[in-house]
């Protein structure tokens, strides 16, 4: 008891120094925590990968063969450590022939979709923007119709990862993010993804998975960053001081867009049976005695434009691939017109919203579906466009939907969770 007596006489009296080292040793106890944590999720999910592995192939297959592009400057520059650590061991433990390729540069990843050769499954390793370029090289290629069959991974490395949330389980632990997502691609369960071309009178088409953003809540949140020094006010004082210096930050535009198109039913997914000899036999017979009718040519009515004048503070036109696995009678993109009548408390409320999830919309959006858009603005330089959290310049631009046009690998609880949304 005595000796307890003193070690508490000790750190009353030497309280700061004894504060420090509770606070030292908390936080070291936390990280070593951590460290052990990610260890076991890494431990659990190559455990899983080499039972991929060991399961024994045919004469005639071959291994699969998986083309990884990598952007190393994701994440702040550590997103090939971090692929290196927790996605690569995975890959390699499945029996794939992995082939890596990092990019250099930005853009770069787009031309080398133009090189790409065969390959059993394509992996982007990245984020946002390097999702968005492979996609654009892809779907640029010549032969585009053949390789955009390709099922695609997505390990999501960047400081972005929009996609992710409709393909994987939401969680906060990065190293969990990014061995699930790889174990996806394992187990090979695939979702159809709409994809939106975006094609201006300069240059080739962008295509984009999410949508388009052009307002002043979009030109708010790249701007959010610089106040960096205000912690978690830096959002709302980017909306308030954007008031000071232009109010109403309201935009002008001519819209036009057609109607969304029936979507054809799916294909049955069980074949029907060959009928037999006899019955093939006697039909050929009875199309060659009495050839079937043919039936007058079905009269395509002509193209009936919507047009309209807006105002708003911000025009979003955006896919449905937030939940791709939901039926849905039409193949239509979604245009989101916010009104121009916000109040300054209300922009800032709904902006701060929107940082988060940046193609929500208010309650009073006026929502529009339509299957092709032109979008003509009043003059140069009316701002920037985000395509996919990617800054392009804003000019008049015509975007179509592609429905379904991308396969992308999805975790089965994901897909489960989207079949019981509304």
Known sequence: MARVMKVVRTLRNHWKKSTFAVCVLSYGGHWL???HCDNVLRREACQEAREFGQKLIGPQEEVKKATVILNPAASRGKANSLFEKNAAPILHLAGVEVKIVKTDYEGQAKKLMELLEHTDMLIVAGGDGTLQEVITGLLRRTDEEAFSKLPIGFIPLGS?????KTLH????????????ATLSILKGETVPLDVLQIQSGKEQPVFALLGLR????????SSISKYWYLGPLKTRAAHWFSTLR???????????YLHPVPRPPEPPTDTPSRPSLLYRIYRRLKNYWRPPREEPPVEVEPESW????????ELTISTHNRNPVKRREDD???????????????????????ADEPLTCTENAVQTEASVCHLNLPHEGAGFYDIDNEEFEAMAVEVRLLPRKLRFFCSKERREELAQED
């Not at 972005?160 to 992710?164: A, G, I, K, T």
């Not at 052009?214 to 949140?221: I, K, L, P, Y």
């Not at 919507?306 to 503070?313: A, H, L, R």
Request: aromatic fraction near 8%; charge should be positive; avoid cysteine.
């Open 33 to 35: 925590y951590g460290k």
């Open 160 to 164: 972005h990862n929009s996609l992710s």
């Open 169 to 180: 389980l939401a969680t906060d632990d990065k190293v969990k993010r990014i061995t699930s």
């Open 214 to 221: 052009w307002g002043a809540f979009r030109d708010v949140a």
């Open 246 to 256: 232009e109010w109403p930050q309201t935009r002008h535009a001519s819209l036009s």
């Open 306 to 313: 919507e047009e309209k004048q807006i105002s708003t503070m």
């Open 332 to 354: 239509s993109l979604v245009l989101s017109v916010e009104p121009d009548t916000l109040g300054v408390g209300q922009f800032i409320i709904a902006g701060t919203k929107k």
